[in-house]
């Protein structure tokens, strides 16, 4: 099913958590939404579940308005983030609680909803564990009944809020691939919410990049990391060294070097920042092989496969940072205090007025 | 699906005890450092054995002096029997009224804003404050033939004063907070994700109520009933008044032993006693158990 | 990253929302169970009350206030204030002793003890005052020993004072236990490292963490101990002017038809009741606990 987000506002007291949010979700996607906390996602996702009412815009699911139906009439499984397990209930009867509140005539005999308990027990891989009480359970089998839970009702919508967040890391990390393949074998469409940027670029379909209450990109985690549409986008989704320069008719100038800004043809001398990944930052000895900045090595710092280098640019004195492999670190055989030549292979330039 | 999931954390539970394991020595072992131990413990028990113990003891020691043939003949007279139905019935009668009416009361208190709140929020505490005898003479007034709710009352030809109504009317008010403060914070605490859990699955407003909250707050309603019954079981001091005293009819076990008393048949007093402190006990052994539950509850709550 | 992000500000900035949202959209449910809790309140806290101060008036001031001045109601006042003088200070002595015993060191019996502290709760007032009757009266266990002493405990002061003493015994206690409990050790245990005996300790460290709920404990006490009926009616032997507490001078009254007098003085007490629950929430207001008593 698919679902539509129009124009959606919702202000809490004097805090403005959304600020007219439009978002199509296709049928069978899995979409993250990204932020940083307060940008509006987990409002966005609950107005999505209904928990929240908008007080501006609609939610159209597969097309029909669904803004002021009940959460429970809209079909949707919503996974919370402490799980809101039912702390009475055996695992059993939380996966069948969806089962058992159904109307007489729509309610499955006992038998079926055993059946079904089990299946999905089995699906999140808790077999065996029916008879025990939440609290005996770990946070990540917690979490997986949650999501049981919400998928016995067959949901045509699942809402994940912060699914991962209350795990520690390792756990994370296994449950979010497996996730992943639910999702793939379920084809349900599913949104969550994230403010970890690894967690949405390793998952998602498409990723909604959010701040402040609106939409600062939507796309594939290849679009959005590779050409991010704001600076919050790029600043969001890793670390980046920043450049100060001016931006001319199409064409940037940092210091020593100038590159094409094709988004930036009509900008008349404007100041710009130009943002360059550690990775995509290329340290030579000398500057043959092209226009690059001069800095001083300030710092070398290994960090498992790769190297951290930190720099100092000798023009502006301002910081700088990359990461190279051992193996090319070793053939430059930089020190702290020599002299390198940075070259950025990749940038992404934005003239001032997009810089927030 | 997927062997990704084979890292697993250990159990909480497990998690948990471990700590406790190697808990206790240490733990006992730094508590110590504190001075003032011998000290108080000392006071406490001194005070505890004079004070409590000992006048306890004179009970029992009275009671085991009597016969058993003497001690039933009082305890287990017609008088006796029908005060002891009198006092547990309208206790019982009492304190499930404020099981209903303490639960409502509690979940407005916690869930709605409404003028007046805070307010009624430090009334209930009254009946703890209120002595017993202004609270008996208030509602005799009250309900009385030509009181302001029993005149109305008495136009429809019912009565309430001086009835075992009454008497569970007193047993009320003396109940009142019980049941309201222990449901309170346990409505407080409850998880609002809980309720909007339920709301996705489907459940209406009631199966809500019925399936999600009402398991919840269970455990601290009888809690609060068990402690109100316990409290309106010993109640004399509001009740005197408003019973009006008809041996058989409107009178309770422990206006029994003050008659008793009167009449200087200290072995009669001591019987009635005997079985109403014993009655007591078995309601604090029920309590306490109540009380576990409801702290198994919510420990479970805090760790999932 | 953590999740303590969004469980910080979203915590702190949706909660107070939803709230409101509840408040902006009653249902038509919310407003019959709003009506029903207040009927109840109504019916059973509030109406009573008025109608103490309604009959203690019923005649005007001046019958009230000459209740309240006559020879006898002053010396049951005097009496009821001694008792409590004496009352109070002794548990609080008691639960002071017994909280820290309790809070601060672990040893076996413990949850016992607790619930031996808690014994008097679950005694009839009426049987509280049996015991000591059964102990000092005339036929009594102590009773003709004392007597010989010349000392008279029941039917006397001293048996109210006991009496009382017995009903209120668990109050203080039962109120700084569990604060000292869940403030835990270890500032006292900093203090102590650092040089401090065990009564400074107590009193620079201990005291001014635990005088809010002791203030309330004393207050709860207080009120109790001049409150109290059952128990004391039965050790009083009714002498009028000489063992007569408020309460018992309520009945006395009350008893005689002297309506407008005994709910005056009824009306003394039931201000000082509601002294006690304004002292209660506003302690309350100065740190979130709360206690059933």
């Not at chain 1, 999501?147 to 756990?171: I, M, Q, Y």
């Amino acid at each position: 099913m698919s679902i539509e987000v129009r124009a959606v506002s919702k202000r809490f007291g004097r805090y403005r958590a959304l600020d007219g949010v439009s978002l199509g979700i296709e049928g069978g996607e899995l979409v993250a939404l990204l932020g940083p906390s307060g940008s509006g996602k987990t409002s966005l996702l609950r107005i999505i579940a209904g928990l929240e009412v908008p007080d501006a815009g609609s939610v159209l699911f597969s097309g029909r308005d669904a803004t002021g139906e009940a959460p429970r009439d809209r079909g949707v499984g919503f996974v919370f983030q402490h799980y809101a397990l039912f702390r009475h209930a055996t695992v059993f009867e939380n996966v069948a609680f969806g089962l058992r509140v159904l109307r007489r005539r729509d309610r499955p005999t006992e038998a079926r909803i055993a059946e079904r308990v089990h299946e999905l027990l089995s699906l999140v891989q808790l077999d065996g564990m029916a008879g025990r009480a939440p609290a005996e359970l770990s946070g990540g089998q917690r979490q997986r009944v949650a999501l049981a839970r919400a998928l016995a009702v067959e949901p045509r919508v699942l809402l994940l809020d912060e699914p991962f967040g209350a795990l520690d890391a390792k756990v994370r990390k296994g449950l979010r691939r497996w996730l992943r393949r639910l999702h793939d074998d379920l084809a349900v469409t599913s949104v969550f919410v994230t403010h970890d940027q690894e967690e949405a670029l390793e998952v998602a379909d498409r990723v909604v990049v959010m701040n402040e209450g609106r939409i600062e990109q939507i796309g594939t985690p290849d679009e959005v990391y590779r050409s991010p549409a704001t600076a919050f986008v790029v600043e969001f989704l890793g670390q980046a060294n920043v450049l100060h320069g001016r931006v001319d008719r199409g064409r940037a100038r940092f210091g020593a070097i100038a590159v094409d800004a094709p988004e930036h043809l009509g900008a008349l001398d404007a100041p710009a920042i130009g943002y360059v990944r550690p990775h995509d930052l290329e340290l030579a000895r000398d500057c043959a092989a092209g226009p690059a900045l001069a800095a001083t090595v300030r710092e070398v710092r290994p960090l498992g496969p790769i190297v951290r280098v930190q720099m100092q640019e000798d023009a502006t004195g301002a910081a700088l940072e990359a990461e190279v492999s051992r193996h090319e670190l070793e053939a430059l055989g930089l020190a702290e205090g020599q002299r390198v030549f940075a070259r950025p292979r990749r940038w992404q330039v934005f003239a001032r007025p997009d810089v927030r | 699906m997927s062997q990704a999931v084979s890292i697993e954390e250990a159990p909480l539970a497990d998690a948990e005890r471990m700590p406790a394991a190697v808990g206790p020595g240490r733990a006992r072992a730094r508590r110590r450092l504190l001075p003032g131990f011998r000290m108080t413990l000392g006071i406490t028990l001194l005070y505890l054995g004079f004070m409590v113990l000992l006048p306890l003891s004179a009970l029992a020691l009275k009671a085991s002096t009597m016969s058993g043939n003497v001690f039933w003949g009082t305890a287990a007279s017609a008088r006796a029997l029908a005060s002891y139905r009198l006092s547990f019935g309208a206790s019982f009668a009492a304190a499930a009224v404020n099981a209903v009416f303490g639960l409502i009361v509690a979940w407005v208190l916690v869930r709605y804003r409404f003028p007046g709140k805070r307010l009624f929020d430090a009334l209930i505490d009254l009946p703890f404050a209120l002595p017993t005898a202004v609270a008996g003479i208030a509602l005799t007034f009250l309900y009385s033939p030509r009181g302001w709710i029993g005149a109305i009352l008495a136009k429809a030809g019912i009565e309430i004063a001086f009835t075992p109504v009454g008497v569970m009317v007193a047993l009320t008010f003396i109940g009142l907070p019980f049941v309201v403060r222990t449901v309170q914070p346990v409505l407080e605490d409850l998880d609002r994700e809980v309720e909007e859990a339920a709301a996705c699955l489907g459940a209406t407003g009631l199966q809500t109520f019925r399936r999600v909250i009402f398991p919840t707050v269970l455990p601290a309603v009888a809690t609060g009933f068990a402690l109100a019954f316990a409290r309106a079981l010993g109640e004399y001091g509001s009740v005197v008044f408003i019973s009006g005293n008809m041996p058989m009819r409107t009178e309770i076990a422990p206006l029994l032993i003050v008659t008793r008393l009167e009449q200087y048949d200290y072995a009669g007093a001591t019987a009635i006693a005997v079985v109403l402190l014993v009655s007591s006990f078995a309601l604090l052994l029920l309590i306490n158990g109540l009380q576990a539950w409801g702290a198994r509850a919510e420990r479970a709550e805090a760790r999932s | 990253m953590g999740s303590q992000g969004r469980t910080r500000r979203g915590a702190v900035v949706t909660d107070p929302e939803r709230r409101e949202t509840l408040a902006r959209t009653p249902s038509p449910v919310a407003w019959l169970l709003v009506a029903i809790a207040a009927s109840f309140l109504g019916l059973f806290l509030v109406l009573p009350l008025v109608a103490v101060f309604a009959q203690a008036l019923a005649k005007g001031l001046g019958p009230a206030l000459a209740a309240i001045a006559d020879d006898e109601t002053l010396s049951a006042i005097r009496l009821t204030l001694m008792t409590v003088a004496i009352a109070v200070p002794l548990n609080v002595g008691f639960g002071l002793a017994a909280s820290w015993a309790i809070a601060k060191f672990e040893f076996c019996g413990k949850s016992f003890l607790v619930s031996l502290i808690d014994l008097p709760f679950s005694v009839s007032p009426v049987v509280a005052g049996l015991v000591f009757v059964l102990l000092f009266g005339a036929r009594g266990l102590l009773g003709p020993a004392l007597a010989d002493q010349g000392l008279q405990v029941v039917f006397a002061v001293p048996g109210i004072v006991l009496a009382t003493t017995f009903v209120t015994f668990p109050l203080v206690a039962r109120e700084l236990i569990p604060l000292m409990q869940a403030q835990g050790n270890e500032e006292e245990e900093a203090a102590i490292t650092l040089g401090a005996s065990g009564w400074q300790t107590f009193r620079r460290v201990t005291l001014p963490k635990i005088r809010w709920g002791l203030l309330y404990g004393v207050i709860l006490c207080a009120a109790r101990a001049m409150g109290e009926f059952g128990a004391v009616s039965v050790v009083s032997g009714h002498v009028r002017g000489e063992t007569n507490t408020m309460p018992l001078h309520v009945e006395i009254l009350y008893d005689g038809y002297d309506f407008v007098g005994a709910f005056a003085v009824a009306s003394l007490l039931a201000l000082t009741a509601l002294a006690t629950l304004g002292a209660k929430s506003w302690i309350e207001a100065r740190g979130p606990r709360r206690s059933v008593a």
